[in-house]
């Protein structure tokens, strides 16, 4: 990755990754990226996985030509950036670490020390000068971990957003960037709606020309547009009008009621539907897109008194990431006592600004005319504004 002639790209890429975080599927891998600044003085900002030291030791090694580094700036803890940080200070022990108090005590933590007098403790608006490059601290607490900086360098103009604006993969265009930045904001970032807002607003006086994330690509030319997909996402806004369905079937005949509905709601004219097998889905891709469009169906057949279990974990998945903002319809199945409606709409009463619809479809057991007519009118008030 290019960042310009005195900002060097030393990360690295796992394409052997099966489950990021141990939840998210990581089918084009991931990136743990890293930087060195070199000027007068060298700052490297943050390290890799530490399956990866050796590779992200050549790496720096290259980039330094000879020179030794003057400083560390950790700006965020999780392990696949911190894991290298003994590593590193052992390696050359003139070196200062940087980071935030609560960083260090984190730190000491994971490492048993915090480096005593060889740590530099930054807060909002503290700087560092390595030469030409002047670098700023600005901090983002819980975005998404409660130590995090992120670091701007008014030279060259680059934003070092942490894990903020990252993705999976390594995508190299913004139209490739969206689909997959959008899943990484919805899996990591999104409970966090608020402290990125807070985030935003501090960089909006920036003049910030690239982004330079712990996951993903540079972003260059396409800024304006990642820092607008941030407040529509952290706002909790949908970017576009559209119907998730998302349901689970035990015997097929609440998919068959998940299908008509979809056939309702083209004949209707919505625009996007997007339908959701529960048990058999991307669960991240499912509440991606139950964020990105205004309207959501929830379809279950009561199961022990409750609903099927794969619906109640992506219901739970929707309020921890603060789900808001949407129209919601509710389908229940059941043969002698249905109560998933119920209990669906229990378990979103902590969710903000939800509108239900008036019609709740109710399956007893198999899909029969009167339920077709139900499910008719429950597109129509889908599609009503």
Known sequence: ????????????????????????????????????????QI???????????????????AALEGRTPDYLIVQHMEPDHSANIQFFMETWPEAKLVASAKAFSMIRNFFGTDYG????????????CLGKHELTFITAPMVHWPEVIVT??????????????????????????????????????SKYGAQVQALLKKLA???????????GSVLDKSVSICLKLYQTWSSYQPESDGVVIAYASAYGNTKKAALLLEEYLKKEGCREIVLYDLARCDLSEAVTDAFRLSRLVLASPTYNGDVFPFMRTFIEHLTERNYQNRKVAL???????????????????????????????????????????????????????
């Not at 939840?23 to 007068?40: F, K, L, P, V």
């Not at 007098?117 to 560092?128: A, F, P, W």
């Not at 007893?364 to 009118?377: F, G, H, P, R, T």
Request: charged share 25%; with cysteine.
């Open 1 to 40: 990755m290019k960042i310009s002639d005195s900002i060097k790209y030393i990360g690295v890429t796992d394409t052997k990754i099966d489950l990021f975080e141990g939840q998210y599927a990581a089918s084009n891998g991931i990136t743990y990226n890293s930087y060195a600044i070199i000027d007068e």
């Open 43 to 61: 700052a490297i900002m943050d390290t890799v996985d530490v399956h990866f030291t050796q590779e992200w030791k050549q790496n720096l090694e």
């Open 117 to 128: 007098d060889r740590g530099m403790i930054v807060g909002e608006g503290d700087s560092l």
């Open 152 to 189: 701007y360098d008014s030279h060259d103009k680059v934003l070092f957003s942490a894990d903020g604006f990252g993705c999976f993969g390594a995508p190299e265009s913004i139209e490739e960037w969206i689909a997959p930045g959008r899943r990484y904001y919805m899996a990591i970032v």
């Open 205 to 215: 006086d920036l003049d910030i020309q690239k982004i330079c994330s712990l996951h």
């Open 331 to 385: 389908v229940e199945n059941g043969s002698w006592a249905p109560t998933a409606a119920k209990v669906m709409q229990g378990m979103l009463e902590k969710c903000k600004t939800l509108t239900f619809t008036d019609t709740t479809a109710r399956i007893l057991s198999a899909v029969k005319d009167e339920d077709m007519k139900q499910l008719e009118q429950l597109a129509k008030e889908l599609c009503r504004d």
